[in-house]
Every structure is written in structure tokens, then in C-alpha cells.
């Protein structure tokens, strides 16, 4: 099974400033790597798929990178609505067996 | 408006069996990959199964032979049998719609606001 790690578990950013956010897949998942923003007592929502293409909506502070097992997620000029937290899931491989990060928990 | 409705969580006792149902609106259900993702209390995101548009199933290691996935065109409604329940399967269950182009998935894309499934004595 590939195994998903985020880094770090927490981080403590300003309003304005940019955050990037890590994930790291435990095998390569060529660019099969999607992105969600989770707030309390919410239901995720999509951000970023294919590793780097936003998902409808989503505003264009939002940009994701990497491919293999190194991604990474960053958010820029973070705005009040942002501080959520963030998971990244890979659905690469046949038969599915889809797993998410562990999540990164953005906080002011 | 595309979304997603999830009903029939509630409080089961370990080895009890439970439904959960997920009804669609603004699509249809068959034409889409779906899926089931549970989120225990506290805890992240769990992926738990698939029905692909052929109405090829695939489940999570920790669920299979245990839970079934289903999907009833004439109700544009997705299932999820839970059997043999255990207290381990505590969580929100989560149903989403899992975009595709052909084979290649682009995530899940629409989620309803989830069902909580207790297993407990």
C-alpha cells in the first residue's frame, strides 16, 4: 500500500503571508495526487488534482507542485477563511486503493 | 444544485449491519465513479470504497468482505451495507463524486455533508 505523510503536522502562519504545505507518497504516484480543505464539521473540499490543476472555484491563491512521491501545496496571502486543514490523497494504481495524508493543520 | 444527501447513520451494536444511503441531485449517479470516505472522530480521512460507471467495486483492506457498495439507477441513490460491525468503524461517512475523464480520475469533487455511524455496546 503507498503510504501518505504530511509535513508539518501543524503550522502557524499570519494572515497575508504564504504557506506551503508538504506531502510525500511512500512510492511514486506520478502526478496522481489530489489536494482538500477541511474545516470543522465540514465535508472536504477538492482544491487541487493532476498534483497542480485547481479545481473549479478555487480561488487562484491556491497552487499545487511536485510529482513522484514530493508534492507540495502552497496557499499565498493567506486570507481568515484559509486556516482549515489540509489533506493530500494519491489515486495512482490499479486496483484502487486510494490513501490520504495524514493532514496538515493550518492555524493563525 | 449538484449534492450529495447522506442518510441511515446512527448508534449499532458490534456484529450489527446498518445501510447508509446517499442520494444525488443534479446528476446522475450511474455516470459517475463514487465513492464512500469515512472520517473517524478526531481523526483524518479514510478511503473506504469505489463503484466505477461499469459497476466495477473496490474497497479498503480494513472493510472488505465486510461492506458492500451499491447504486440504484431508478433512485439516483448510492449504498453502502455495512455488516459485521465493529467499533473501529466509528466515524462520519462521507459519499463523494469522483471526477474522470475516461480512466483518469481529477478527485473528489462533490461530497454530501456526511452520516455518523457509532459501534458501540
Known amino acids: 500500500d503507498i503510504v501518505m505523510a504530511q509535513s508539518p503536522a501543524t503550522l502557524s502562519v499570519s494572515p497575508g503571508e504564504r504557506a506551503s504545505l508538504s506531502c510525500r507518497a511512500s512510492?511514486?504516484?506520478?502526478?496522481?495526487l489530489a489536494w482538500y480543505q477541511q474545516k470543522p464539521g465540514q465535508a472536504p473540499r477538492l482544491l487541487i488534482y493532476g498534483a497542480s490543476t485547481r479545481a473549479t472555484g478555487v480561488p487562484s491563491r491556491f497552487s499545487g507542485g511536485g510529482s513522484g512521491t514530493e508534492f507540495t501545496l502552497t496557499i499565498n496571502s493567506l486570507q481568515a477563511e484559509d486556516f482549515a486543514v489540509y489533506y493530500c490523497q494519491q489515486y495512482h494504481g490499479w486496483p484502487p486503493n486510494y490513501t490520504f495524508g495524514p493532514g496538515t493543520t493550518l492555524e493563525i | 444544485e449538484v449534492q450529495l444527501v447522506e442518510s441511515g447513520g446512527g448508534l449499532i451494536q458490534p456484529g450489527g449491519s446498518l445501510r447508509l444511503s446517499c442520494a444525488a441531485s443534479e446528476f446522475i449517479v450511474s455516470d459517475n465513479y463514487m465513492t464512500w470516505v469515512r472520517q473517524a472522530p478526531g481523526k483524518g480521512l479514510e478511503w473506504v470504497s469505489v463503484i466505477y460507471t461499469g459497476g466495477h467495486t473496490f474497497y479498503a483492506d480494513s472493510v472488505r468482505g465486510r461492506f458492500t457498495i451499491s447504486r440504484d439507477s431508478s433512485k439516483n441513490t448510492l449504498y453502502l451495507q455495512m455488516d459485521s460491525l465493529r467499533v473501529e468503524d466509528t466515524a462520519v461517512y462521507f459519499c463523494?463524486?469522483?471526477?474522470?475523464?475516461?480512466?483518469?480520475?481529477?478527485?473528489?469533487?462533490?461530497w454530501g455533508l456526511g452520516t455518523t455511524v457509532i459501534v458501540s455496546s
Open positions: 512510492q511514486s504516484v506520478s502526478r496522481d
Open positions: 463523494a463524486r469522483e471526477s474522470a475523464t475516461g480512466i483518469q480520475s481529477h478527485g473528489m469533487d462533490v
